[in-house]
Structure formats: structure tokens, C-alpha cells
């Protein structure tokens, strides 16, 4: 009887690799990058994927595998790798006339802020996704594993992410990976439909 095996390895600085990212971030993110840049949205970030410096860098992705193909993806980086990154990169790649992208930027800027509130110390989970096949096979559970693992070895203390609050089914998996809600965002001017809970777990 065959076993699948399951392995990770970091992303390359390729277009493909890059399109690949998108597919999973918008996954995780529940389509808002799709919605912030419009339809030149893929590749406006597999783009800006294949350079250093900032969130969406391949620097900050790993893919796992199961039997040599891409099933799922997570990405994250340190409070202080956040803190260096820029992000003219993605604003550069977007177009200083994308009117879409600066309208959105505008007026989602106290919800797009709270990336900024990443605490010294914390390892941040910007996006974990998982083909549709290849959910509730175990795959999930590694990736998290891996994850927390990373963020240990890269001196981090906490491990924390960001969850739409009316997401509950994605609520309840974080939380029964022992991660609890630490705040919410916006504070003010709270966007209709649009709360996020930042989730922590100590490591």
C-alpha cells in the first residue's frame, strides 16, 4: 500500500510560483486582495512575489507537497522582518494610476492597518490554505506544526494571525490549535461586515 508523503520546501522567485501564491492567499484573505487590485490582481502580486523585501515576498512562503505536487501553502514572517519591509513594492506594481487600488487603499486604511500592530516578539501567520482535496487529510495540522516551528526557530515568542470575525468555522480550527482571541480591529470606525479578531498562542 502506498503512504503519500508529505514535504515542504520554500517558494522560488518565479511568475508561476508567484500565481500559485495568489491562488492561496486569496484563499486565505476570502478574495480581498482580488477585490483591493481588481482584475490585474494576479498578476500585479505574483509580480511583486518574485522580489525581496516585503510581505508578499517568495521569501515568506513554503509550499508542502504531497507526492511531489502542491497541495497548500503557508506564508508568514517576523514583527521585525514586517517592520523592513516596504510596501512601495506592491503600490509600485499596482500602478501610481490604478485608481481601483488607491480608492480602496483610502478608505480601508484603518482595516489594512492593523498588520501594523504586529507585537515585537510575534510571528506572524499571514495566510495558510489548503487545496480542497487535500482538506482534513492531516495536511492542515502539519502546516500549523511547521509554522510554529519556523516562528521558534526564528526567536519569536507568539505566534498570531489575523481572522475575519465572521468567519467562525476558521475561528474554531485556530482555536483548537490553542490560539485565543487577544483584540479586535478596527477599534473605531468599524467597517460594516468587516471586523477582524487577532488571534495569539504562546510558544
Not at 35 to 53: E, H, K, N, S, W
Not at 64 to 71: A, L, T
Request: proline fraction near 4%.
Amino acid at each position: 500500500m502506498h503512504m503519500p508523503s508529505t514535504t515542504f520546501r520554500p517558494a522560488c522567485p518565479s511568475l508561476e510560483e508567484g500565481q500559485l501564491f495568489v491562488h492561496y492567499l486569496d484563499q486565505a484573505a476570502e478574495g480581498f486582495f482580488r477585490f483591493m487590485l481588481g482584475p490585474r490582481a494576479v498578476d500585479i502580486i505574483a509580480t511583486v512575489f518574485t522580489q525581496p523585501g516585503h510581505d508578499l515576498s517568495y521569501q515568506h512562503a513554503t509550499f508542502v507537497e504531497r507526492d511531489k505536487e502542491i497541495v497548500g501553502m503557508v506564508s508568514g514572517y517576523t514583527a521585525e522582518q514586517h517592520h523592513h519591509s516596504s510596501s512601495r513594492i506592491l503600490e509600485k506594481a499596482a500602478g501610481r494610476y490604478n485608481l481601483r487600488f488607491i480608492i480602496i487603499a483610502a478608505l480601508f486604511s484603518p482595516f489594512l492597518r492593523i498588520i501594523d500592530t504586529i507585537a515585537d516578539g510575534d510571528f506572524y501567520l499571514q495566510s495558510i490554505a489548503v487545496d480542497k482535496d487535500y482538506r482534513c487529510k492531516g495536511i492542515g495540522s502539519t502546516l500549523m506544526e511547521f509554522t510554529e516551528d519556523a516562528a521558534r526557530a526564528a526567536g519569536s515568542k507568539r505566534l498570531a494571525l489575523d481572522v475575519s470575525a465572521k468567519n467562525e468555522n476558521a475561528r474554531n480550527i485556530y482555536a483548537h490549535y490553542g490560539m485565543v482571541v487577544e483584540s479586535h480591529w478596527p477599534k473605531r470606525l468599524a467597517i460594516p461586515g468587516l471586523r477582524l479578531l487577532r488571534m495569539t498562542k504562546p510558544l
